[in-house]
């Protein structure tokens, strides 16, 4: 204003116009300029609006605060107020209609001069004004105006005063204000309430205060510095914000004792502060000299029970120019949208993005917010070009009972899908491993049983120095070949890669014939290669190529096989040598590889990572010295713990390198699924107690509750304390006596006396319907339900008016230690309850405690209360 800072105004109800007030009233009228040049003498706003300036009103000289009429007509009725307390009504433009002519140039005059500090119509009528002013010990400092009052000349009494000689027109002079408020105090702010026409909230010098203009005599206040900027949220009409220098209070008309919230206090004096009228609990600050807004975004979070709670308040800046920002106002109804204008009067459109929140939910989908649209982006069912995301196939894996097959430990990877190799080659591993552990353990107990899960590298290592080589004659051939002897060690590693069968009889031949069942034709017969038994190798790759899926190139194959020759110069050795490269299958390759290689030198076979590593070690053991074998086991060991291969479980087994090794491969795939269940399968207790373990079985378990899979989380609990029972947690909850403080459950469990089991004391099923209502320490009476009204330990199907099917529903479970609907559940707040199936049926219908003059709300304090398991629905 006069000699001040610029201010500025949008139009209450034309979303195109503003106003910028200093020592003049400047009306823009802003335009996009998308799709159209930026007019002649329009002023560039942003990158799609420009403003054009309509007109200039210089009639108000000192001003020092402006109002824009909230009323529809006429369209651009301002107040003005000034240095010298009056209150001018202005225009900007001509004004055709004749019933408010009347009002442009009208003065509101207080009895003494002084500075008018604010003003503000009242929204609900449109006609009252309100002014605040400075202090004066003979006068009020609110007045409060009827712009219409010469209608009702009965109701305020008014003069009209010539003006000197010079002027032309006629001014009328208001003197009478409407009401009169705040005596011998300053008011610095002022605000009309929403909610009420007659009650007015006002910044006065020490306090904030709430007039009622129904009985003026008396206020409302609250002492505070936090005077200025008073201004209701318009979507919350009982939240009220003020500032005092660098702090902002946040006020609630309702507790009114003190402010419900005070904003971080900035270094520099506060200039301005405003509601977002778009947007719910956006309120914007402004600091002199910065060229940074402050934004806070206020968000309740409602508890359960419906109480409110203190908002959660979300802090950013936005700059909208590089230039201090003298004022600001936001847009009345374009969403997040301002208009800043600097102290040199350059204006900048700026709209205030929206925070974008993420969330994934536990079934993978991805949802994000943007003021107030909500998107969602899930996986499209039909796209299977996409590899599924590790979350969806554990949860998969999940519904399948994955891991919880302890008999036939291999057919988890069925389960799994039986797509992944890896996971095919880790649960066979476990399987022939738990195998020959309990054989081993049945034929002498505690002496090679744990050997077995110590992987392949501890067998080898065990043997070092035992074996010699021998010749063995080729079958099928009149050839022979070095061998290694196969002592009981390299037999127990020929078991654990599935070679042969448990016993001593070292015999290939069952293995082959699971390999032909599966049409592995190309790895059967590698295997009987390296058994030293081309004649089978060739009928095998015969039966391959004679099937409805094989290879016919597998005769040509077989072909080149029965043309081998051991001489080291052949035609045959130079060609196999040259074209065995040019085969896509690893298995026929290795198979040249082999029989081209000089003796004791197999690069060509052991280093060919296409082949299964269990084919390979199985090899090494068959062809390899003691220290060839070693080092080669433990080079293929690193490998493996670096690839995180689950293939190198049968080098590691379940010990600290296994634990390496399951660690690589969740980093790499992150499936604590499987690695939560390997480690349990038959690891050693120091290896359980691995902080890497109990991490991943803490992960995976608290995923199936994120998934809600109650049920499976319990069902791997119970399995992880039969495999490992140092992990069976205590008992936490315990119904105890509220006399002798002694747990009724343990006192059932140690009565002597037969027939006074648990199930004695009201929570089985029996048909005997055994009753104990008392304490069996002190005989003292236990609790009764809230809804029935009879002792707890009394089942519910002999409570009266228990049904015939819950009857039933007890009677056919007779085993299970107790039914749910008979155990004792009570509330943690109020410490009301009953049977189970009593309360669940009552809190389907209510919300509060049955007990009566109990209003607690005890469902509701439990946030998963009313969620149901998630293991029947499909993903």
């Known amino acids: ?156 009494p008014m003069e009209k005063v010539r003006l000197s000689a010079g002027e032309t027109e006629t001014t009328l002079l208001v003197t009478k204000p409407l009401y009169e408020l705040g005596q011998n105090d300053a008011c610095l702010s002022l605000c009309w309430l929403p909610r009420d026409q007659k009650l007015l909230l006002a910044g006065m010098h020490r306090n904030l205060a709430i007039f009622d203009l129904r009985n003026t005599s008396q206020k409302m206040f609250v002492n505070t510095k936090a005077v200025q900027g008073v201004t209701v949220d318009p979507y919350f009409h009982d939240r009220v914000a003020s500032f005092y220098e660098g702090q902002v209070a946040i006020w609630d008309l309702r507790k009114f004792e003190k402010p419900v919230l005070t904003l971080t206090e900035q270094p520099k004096p506060l200039t301005k502060v405003a509601w977002c009228p778009t947007r719910t609990g956006l309120l914007a600050t402004l600091t002199r000299d910065s060229n940074i807004i402050r934004l806070y975004d206020m968000q309740h979070t409602p508890t359960p029970i419906g109480d409110e709670t203190e908002p959660t308040i979300i802090e950013r800046s936005v700059q909208p120019c590089d230039n201090y920002i003298a004022s600001f106002a936001w847009h009345p109804t374009s969403q997040n949208r301002m208009i800043v204008v600097t102290p040199n009067r350059t204006m900048s459109d700026f709209t205030v993005f929206e925070r974008i929140s993420l969330a994934w939910s536990p079934i993978t989908s991805l949802m994000w917010a943007c003021g107030r649209h909500l998107y969602e982006c899930a996986e499209e069912e039909n796209d299977n070009s996409l590899e599924k995301d590790i979350a969806t196939k554990m949860r998969l894996r999940a519904l399948s009972r994955y891991g919880l097959d302890t008999e036939q430990v291999w057919r988890n990877h069925i389960l799994a899908g039986n797509e992944d190799p890896q996971l095919k080659s880790l649960w066979y591993t476990l399987h022939f491993m738990k195998q020959y552990t309990e054989d081993m353990d049945q034929k002498s107990p505690g002496n090679k049983g744990s050997l077995v899960y110590a992987g392949i590298k501890s067998i080898v290592k065990s043997s070092l120095g035992m074996v010699e080589s021998s010749r063995h004659n080729w079958s099928g051939l009149d050839k022979q070949t070095d061998t290694q002897n196969l002592n009981e060690e390299r037999i127990l590693a020929l078991q654990l890669c599935g070679w042969i069968k448990k016993g001593t009889d070292v015999d290939v031949g069952p293995f082959l014939n699971s390999l032909v069942q599966e049409g592995e034709w190309e790895r059967a017969a590698a295997v009987a290669l390296f058994n030293l038994d081309i004649r089978r190798a060739i009928q095998i790759l015969n039966e391959g190529a004679s099937s409805e899926k094989g290879d016919l190139n597998l005769n040509v194959v077989a072909m080149a096989l029965s043309g081998y020759t051991d001489e080291k110069n052949s035609l045959w050795r130079e060609m ?253 707040n109020c410490r009301h309850g009953g049977h189970a199936g009593h309360m669940l049926s009552w809190f389907r219908d209510h919300a509060e405690c049955p007990v009566s003059a109990c209003t607690c709300k005890c469902m509701q304090l439990d946030t998963t209360g009313n969620l149901v398991p998630a293991e029947t629905v499909q993903p």
């Not at 979303?15 to 910028?20: E, G, K, Y």
């Not at 006609?127 to 004066?136: E, Q, S, V």
Request: net charge neutral; aromatic share 10%; with cysteine.
């Open 1 to 156: 204003m006069s000699g001040t800072k610029p201010d500025i105004l949008w139009a209450p109800h034309q979303v195109d116009r503003f106003v910028v007030c200093d020592s003049e009233l400047s009306l823009y009228h802003v335009e996009s300029t998308v799709n159209s040049e930026l007019k002649a003498g329009s002023l560039r706003l942003s990158e799609d609006s420009a403003a054009t300036l309509l007109s200039i009103n210089s009639d108000t000289p000192y001003m020092k605060c402006v109002a824009w009429y909230l009323n529809y007509d006429p369209e651009c009725l301002l107040a003005v107020g000034q240095a010298n307390g009056r209150v001018v009504l202005t225009s900007l433009g001509q004004d055709h209609n004749s019933k408010f002519r009347d009002l442009i140039g009208k003065e509101f005059v207080p009895k003494h001069a002084r500075q008018c500090n604010t003003l503000a119509w009242n929204p609900l009528d449109s006609n009252w004004l309100a002014a605040g002013l400075d202090k004066h010990r003979a006068d009020f400092s609110v007045l409060i105006w009827d712009i219409c009052s010469k209608y009702t000349p009965d109701i305020v």
């Open 576 to 828: 196999c040598s040259t074209l065995r490269l040019q085969l896509n299958n690893p298995y026929l390759c290795v198979m040249f590889a082999f029989l081209t290689s000089e003796t004791g030198s197999y690069d060509g076979v052991l280093y060919e990572n296409k082949v299964a590593v269990r084919d390979r070690v199985a090899f090494a053991c068959k062809f390899l010295s003691d220290s060839q074998l070693n080092r080669y086991i433990e080079k293929l060991t690193n490998e493996m713990k670096e690839a995180g291969n689950l293939e190198g479980i049968l080098l590691t087994g379940l010990t600290k390198d296994g634990v390496d090794l399951m660690e690589s491969y969740v980093d790499r795939t992150g499936d604590v699924q499987t690695a939560s269940y390997c480690m349990l399968q038959g690891s050693p207790l120091d290896v359980l107690k691995d902080e890497r373990v109990q991490y991943w079985i803490e992960n995976y378990r608290n995923l199936l509750d994120a998934w809600r899979f109650w049920h499976k989380r319990a069902e791997f609990d119970i399995h992880r304390s039969k495999l490992d029972p140092s992990s069976k947690p205590l008992a936490q909850v315990f119904v105890s006596c509220n006399f002798c403080g002694k747990s009724i459950s343990y006192s059932c469990s140690t009565v002597p006396h037969q027939g006074r089991g648990f199930s004695q004391y009201g929570v089985s099923g029996s048909p005997t319907k055994s009753k104990v209502t008392s304490c069996p320490g002190c005989r003292k009476p236990l609790p009764r339900c809230a809804l029935c009204l009879i002792n707890m330990g009394t089942p519910v199907s002999s409570c009266p008016g228990g049904s015939k099917s819950d009857e039933k529903v007890d009677l056919s479970k007779d085993k299970k230690l107790a039914q749910f609907n008979n155990w004792f559940t009570w509330c943690h």
